[in-house]
């Protein structure tokens, strides 16, 4: 079974500095899919970014960004020019694209991400 | 547009009185999940249909039961609430294999229903 660690349970940042958030992972598969979710106050997921493991390039969505390390089973997330918008519960997850877990989604145990104005 | 559709909110039910939790979505999606997420935990899967068929995790309680009577609602059964099943529960779909113009692997997520238990 796979496992995804997160171990930072909280990070802090200040208003429009970056913040690098760490993911590793434990998987024998060789294609995936790795993402970073966030959860406010609501509770809604929502989806950050995604990479898939098959691709070297490192994933990026405006202010966010990824650094994937295949081979250290390794995969953080830098935010850019933080905005208070950003402060939530920040999940890793991992899905399998084959076998008997294929389509779960298995999460960390998530970093709280509090933005300082 | 709403494309995962949790109802209630919030739901309050008593000690070991039957709760139904429903989930309905917009994207045609064949797969369908439940999660529970306890306070300040990660989502955990409780089971999920894959098309109609129904794929349970090896360590959900068999107190939690789950029905899809067609593509687009999904529904949770806890027969007998006990207090440790208060949590909020998260619906999310996908569609596999991913269809054109979708993000790959990508799970929908609905805004959740939190579950008290008195």
């Known amino acids: 079974a796979q496992t995804v660690t997160q171990s930072q349970p909280e990070m802090s940042v200040q208003e429009a500095e970056t913040v690098t958030l760490s993911c590793t992972y434990d998987?024998?598969?060789?294609?995936?899919?790795l993402f970073w979710y966030k959860q406010p106050p609501s509770r809604q997921m929502i989806l950050v970014i995604r990479q898939e493991a098959y691709k070297q390039q490192n994933a990026t969505e405006n202010r966010f960004s990824v650094n994937f390390q295949k081979a250290a089973k390794s995969f953080s997330l830098k935010i850019s020019d933080s905005q208070l918008g950003d402060a939530a519960m920040y999940f890793c997850?991992?899905?399998?694209?084959?076998?008997?877990?294929?389509?779960?989604?298995?999460f960390g145990q998530g970093t709280i991400l509090t933005v300082h104005p | 547009d709403a494309m995962v559709i949790q109802n209630p909110r919030y739901q309050v039910t008593q000690f070991g009185k039957p709760v139904t939790l429903s989930c309905s979505q917009t994207?045609?999606?064949?797969?369908m999940y439940w999660y529970q997420q306890k306070s300040s935990q990660a989502p955990k899967l409780l089971f999920h249909?894959?098309?109609?068929?129904?794929?349970n995790e090896a360590d959900t309680p068999d107190n939690f039961q789950s029905r899809r009577p067609n593509t687009s609602f999904c529904f949770l059964d806890i027969r007998s609430p006990g207090l440790g099943d208060a949590a909020m529960y998260l619906c999310?779909?996908?569609?596999?294999?991913?269809?054109?113009?979708?993000?790959?692997?990508?799970?929908?997520f609905g805004s959740g229903t939190q579950l008290s238990v008195l």
């Open positions: 249909y894959y098309d109609k068929d129904f794929n």
């Open positions: 994207l045609n999606h064949n797969v």
């Open positions: 998987t024998s598969e060789s294609d995936y899919y």
């Open positions: 999310a779909t996908s569609r596999d294999p991913p269809g054109q113009g979708l993000p790959r692997g990508k799970l929908f």
């Open positions: 997850a991992y899905r399998s694209k084959t076998g008997t877990s294929y389509g779960k989604l298995t």
